[in-house]
């Protein structure tokens, strides 16, 4: 195998989602922990940037000149280079969040044991879904009372429409969590709560068929109890199925609990064995083989500088194919012409720091003046390729936008049409209307915040929001339609976005099925793919 080969197939490439609070951060910090990269578990982000107030995140930003949420961290474990993509959630959810799982090939899915499927994880599982990511669950806080372990599989089978296959299977919880049970070797790994922070976990493994031995470390109840529930267990649930797993359609399930470091360990060792490395992407000439292909890659997320003294942007991009290098030369295909990959750098913790080489399945962040946009692709000169766009997701809160001085036109225009373009928020414009006013519309609502901010320190044009009480938007499928002829609910508001495309925003679905009854044959999108 070729150097390049080894390099690439080592990469294991993933997101983690999850609602807050379910222990994301704790489990990438149990991550960095094994493969070495810090040495007390705690230290990713302290609490303080995790849960940052909007003045304290503007500071963080300006200080460290790059996103706190744009983070990567590549580390490595049982000879496998592994890239984290963290999704920023809180109260920054936001487009990019689901733009980060464009980057990822799988996805790791952190379940809170006693609350089960949450808002936040459905939302980023259907973006999953849609693109066939494959999905492993980790049902984290075993160590608290959690909810009965079949009720909460089928929640998620229910729930999120996908097959699940339990790995191993807990044995109690709370205060009478007793451990996991390994299905493949029928073993039972026994809990202990170990030191906060250490690695050092004392898992003792115990076949369950040794009944004596079982019986001392779990009790005679737990086991019995442990016996019929693998029975009904082995009756009711699919089989592990690697192709179903690539396609997204079955998800390998753990429990554990990543605060006492429990079961940590044993998911990445099966997860790094289940989830593949960085694997042949479509482009519109074809499919693009990592490793026989020179240097590809695809702007996934453009991160503005929030330091006024440096207009620069970081455009970051996922590595697709081949070996990057510093200061190489690649072909923008957007741009149409050949540009020189300045100043990359990766995210190592709470660090940036440069890159000289990268392969396939990394993230690298380069210096943007101003040239890429969302969806762009850069290849090895000669070729000319372009990859799927990444799709424009759907906003979930929307206002309207007014400048206060209407004599800084154009500063307005250009400020809003800049941030459009880094895709930190969308903008329509109502049928018939002009730029005068403008409806924006975004995923979470700190970008708001973020929008008036910068159009007053960046551009110096001071907005006036007016929050509108649209929840819904979906875009027409037939992009050539005479809005005029469209009769919908009273409630319903027809815009445009950007690219002119037409849409409606509504307040309920029960509009939505209004409008779809009053006007047949119109066809509505929940989202729409970026059209080039
Ligand atoms: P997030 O990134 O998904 O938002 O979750 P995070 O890891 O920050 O965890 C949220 C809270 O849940 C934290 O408690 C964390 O310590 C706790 N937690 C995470 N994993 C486990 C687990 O396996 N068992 C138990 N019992 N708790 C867990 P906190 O009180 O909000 O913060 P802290 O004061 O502990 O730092």
Known sequence: MSDLAKEINKRRTFAIISHPDAGKTTLTEKFLLYGGQINLAGSVKGKATARHAVSDWMDIEKERGISVTSSVLQFEFDGCCINILDTPGHQDFSEDTYRTLMAADSAVMVIDGAKGVEPQTR???????????????????????ARDTFDLLDEIEKELGIATCPVNWPIGSGKEFKGVYDRKNRNIVEFADTQKGTKEGTETVISLDDEAASVAA?????????????????GA?????????NAGKLSPVFFGSALTNFGVEIFLHNFLQMTSSPLPRKADTGVIDPVDKGFSAFVFKIQANMNKAHRDRVAFMRICSGKFTAGMDVFHVQGGKNVRLMQPQQMMAEERHVVSEAYAGDIIGVFDPGIYSIGDTLCTPGDKFKYAGIPTFAPEHFARVRQVDTMKRKQFVKGIEQIAQEGAIQIFQEENYGMEEIIVGVVGVL????????????YNVEIKLDQLPYEFIRWIADRDIDLDTITGTSDMKKVRDLKGRPLLLFVNSWSIGMTLDRNEGLVLEEYSENEA
Not at 447 to 458: D, G, I, P
């Open 123 to 145: 939302k980023l599982f259907r973006v999953c879904g849609r693109r066939g990511i494959p999905v492993f669950t980790f049902i984290n806080k075993m160590d608290r009372d």
């Open 218 to 234: 779990i009790g005679e109840e737990a086991r019995k109890q442990l016996l019929s529930e693998i029975e009904l267990l082995d």
């Open 237 to 245: 649930s699919e089989e592990f199925d690697q192709e179903k797993v």
């Open 447 to 458: 970008q708001f915040e973020v929008l008036q901010y910068r159009l007053k320190n960046e």
